[in-house]
């Protein structure tokens, strides 16, 4: 019989398998406009408890300022990266580097499965959103970054 410890691993590591296996399912029938809904709801929900649980506003600040409070959560919070940078590259274009991402392993895991792009990502979903919710509509694009052992989110305002 596993130890507590054991299990806990245990149900981590089927969580991700049983959430690896709906993304490329998913992927696989709906293709990349129509997992769209996916993300979108994603975003929507982590944003929502990052705004009720962690103190997060969004009212009166400007996008840059919410993109640092939103990274600051996801390094403090949950821990799900060492370091993010935030980079406006210009009026209508945001850069977020994702430092040591633990969401690494799994978006390679799912480009291995065939999905093309890694939309179940949590901090381009609640970027996105915040965007959003703040008027601004855009499309994403992200990238494996090798050097920082995560990811090059980019937005750009349409």
């Known amino acids: 019989m596993a130890t507590e410890e054991k ?23 709906l293709g990349k406009k129509g997992v769209n ?15 009720q ?8 600040e ?3 300022t919410v993109l640092m409070e939103v990274s600051r959560i996801f390094i403090d919070e949950y821990g799900f990266a060492s370091d993010i940078d935030i980079e406006k590259v210009d009026e209508e274009n945001f850069r977020i580097k994702v430092h040591n991402c633990v969401n690494r392993s799994f978006t390679d ?11 179940i990502c949590p901090i381009m979903n609640a970027s996105r959103s915040a965007l959003k919710r703040m008027g601004y509509k855009v499309q994403q694009n992200i990238s494996k970054w090798p050097e920082g052992k995560g990811s090059i989110i980019e937005f750009s305002k349409i």
């Open 62 to 64: 400007d996008p840059e």
């Open 37 to 51: 809904s996916f993300s979108n709801q994603m975003g929507d929900q982590i944003l929502k408890v990052m705004e």
């Open 53 to 60: 649980e962690m103190g997060l506003e969004i009212a009166g």
């Open 7 to 29: 299990k806990k691993e245990n149900r981590l590591r089927l969580t991700n398998l049983a959430l690896l296996s709906l993304a490329a399912g998913a992927w696989d029938i």
């Open 109 to 119: 895991k799912l480009a291995e499965a065939g999905v093309e792009h890694p939309y």
